[in-house]
């Protein structure tokens, strides 16, 4: 592609000595594919090694602009941006590439990547990367903890890192949860332990990453485009337990989560320990009677278990999935090593964020929820699990993924539905199909001007909805929740989609429903 030299494969035979930041790395010559925070920190990181850097990215704001010149400051040789030049691999200095490493997002469908792979050049993600380059002479070369799964992910790692930081140990939650992973190996005082949340993204590219211990928490459809299908999705998932130390922690409550575990290639001695929000069974981590309990790291587990921490502890709205979260994150650092009571300090500690199962209000008997977070249909059904009637807002872009299962499930539970996205057409189809006498409310594309509530009406009579700005149907969507909602109901946004068809993040969108819900309660509360 693009003049690219016919290549012989790539000599491995270097790469495999690099596995530690003091190998030799100088002189590597490699692609770097993006220029956002992971992008950034892999060309960073690759150039203070000493190797050769070419980086492409198709952005061209004066975002990646600026980050460009940074680039070039701390010796990047090339930064090339634009759609037109990240579709063709470029040679590093005059010669072919010995490696590509890419930002998660790309997916392997992608010309650059299939031009690396038609090659014989291996490709990396930043994960793998990191762990290349963990152990650096006169620094602490910090344990890892793996966490992935469908959902809950970024809860459970949070967690891992607030129970692992009450133990009295140095720890930070990385990876796909925000502070990019080679930012956090590359940290001047070191820690002892990552909590490191992975992407099926980051999965794909990894090989040799050997955690103390691992979790995939749940598994359902989900980017189902950039995989090319579930299967692919789910092997890419179970990628989580290869190489495990000490223990692959499954779900008890999906069997699928357990087979991966008894298909993993773990180091000798490894456990399978599994968490459940019910009873546990020896070597599980579960609940009993409101009290967290361990079966698994006690020595009397065949008759007993210890009270690890009050299901309170957690927060004040716990719906089932934060309770398997924190059970997760209890098996995982009790196989790490750490005491009792830090567990119940870490989940007292633990801040669940915005945008998951957070309470937002509560007037004349209405709760009104938003959990933002919930991008896909897994997600979205364990938060409508937990309240019951619900007036659910949800819609955004699908993802390749359907919405049936999650409406056969919830349909009793559903009061109304007020549809957001700019196509909502897949959801609204399941509805018709499996909740037909459950009111939907859309916007009217006849309207030019501001959005306007519509009657709630069977599914089916009702217009599809129009693409608007994102604060402005939220706005819509709160103020047509609240005309239906009364004393009893909860209002939940659970949108099971993703947000970037009209908001810029899940995070955008469930501020702009919080500020709409109060503006319309404060307004309520002053007439």
Not at 63 to 87: C, F, H, M, R
Not at 217 to 234: I, P, Q, R, T
Not at 279 to 304: K, Q
Not at 463 to 476: I, K
């Amino acid at each position: 592609m693009g003049g690219l030299p016919a290549v012989s494969p790539t000599d491995d035979s270097r790469l495999a000595g690099l596995t530690s930041w003091d190998s030799d790395w100088s002189g590597l010559r490699v692609v770097v594919t993006g220029i956002g925070k992971t992008g950034f920190s892999i060309a960073d990181t690759l150039a203070e090694l000493g190797a050769r850097v070419v980086v492409v990215a198709a952005s061209d704001d004066a975002a990646a602009e600026q980050a460009a010149e940074t680039l070039k400051i701390v010796g990047v040789d090339e930064v090339l941006l634009g759609a037109e030049s990240s579709l063709d691999l470029p040679l590093v200095g005059g010669e072919p590439a010995e490696l590509v490493v890419t930002s998660p997002g790309l997916p392997p469908a992608h010309p650059l990547l299939v031009a690396a792979q038609q090659s014989g050049i291996p490709i990396w993600g930043d994960v793998e990367l990191a762990w290349r380059v963990r152990q650096r002479a006169g620094r602490k070369t910090a344990d890892w903890i793996t966490i992935t799964g469908t959902n809950g992910k970024t809860t459970t790692t949070t967690m891992v890192a607030a129970i692992l930081q009450q133990s009295g140990l140095q720890a930070i939650a990385a990876g796909n949860i925000g502070t990019p992973i080679l930012d956090a190996i590359r940290d001047p005082n070191g820690y002892d332990a990552l909590a490191v949340e992975l992407s099926s993204f980051q999965l794909h590219w990894t090989e040799s990453v050997s955690p103390v211990a691992s979790v995939c928490l749940n598994l359902a459809e989900d980017h189902v485009d950039w995989h090319g299908s579930f299967e692919a999705y789910a092997a890419d998932k179970a990628k989580i337990y290869q190489h495990t130390q000490k223990a692959c922690v499954y779900n008890a409550e999906q069997i699928e989560t357990e087979r991966m575990v008894e298909a993993a290639d773990v180091v000798e001695g490894c456990r399978a320990v599994g968490f459940s929000t019910g009873t546990p069974a020896v070597s599980m981590v579960g609940v009993v009677e409101g009290l967290l309990v361990d079966r698994a790291f006690i020595a009397e587990r065949r008759d007993s278990a210890v009270e690890l921490a009050k299901i309170s502890d957690i927060g004040d709205l716990v719906p089932r999935h934060l309770v398997a979260n924190a059970a997760a994150a209890a098996a995982l650092t009790r196989a790490y090593g750490v005491a009792v009571p830090a567990v119940k300090a870490g989940l007292l500690a633990y801040d669940n964020g915005a945008h998951r199962i957070q309470a937002v209000a509560q007037q004349d008997g209405v709760l009104w929820v938003n959990d933002s977070k919930a991008t896909n249909p897994h997600a979205a059904s364990a938060s409508l699990a937990a309240f019951k009637p619900v007036v659910w807002i949800a819609g955004g872009d699908a993802k390749g993924v359907g919405y049936d299962e999650l409406v056969q499930a919830h349909a009793g539970r559903l009061k109304t539905v007020v549809l957001i996205g700019a196509d909502s057409s897949a959801l609204r189809a399941a509805l018709q199909r499996h909740a037909p006498n459950v009111p939907v409310i859309a916007p009217d594309p006849g309207e030019t001007g501001g959005v306007q509530q519509t009657e709630a009406v069977p599914n089916g009579t009702q217009a599809e909805p129009r693409s608007l700005p994102g604060d402005a149907v939220m706005a819509w969507a709160v103020k047509s929740a609240a005309g239906v909602a009364t004393e009893g109901d909860t209002v939940l946004l659970a949108p099971a989609a993703a947000s970037i068809d009209q908001f810029s993040s899940y995070a955008h969108r469930g501020d702009a429903f919080i500020d709409a819900v109060r503006g319309l309660l404060e307004g309520a509360g002053n007439k």
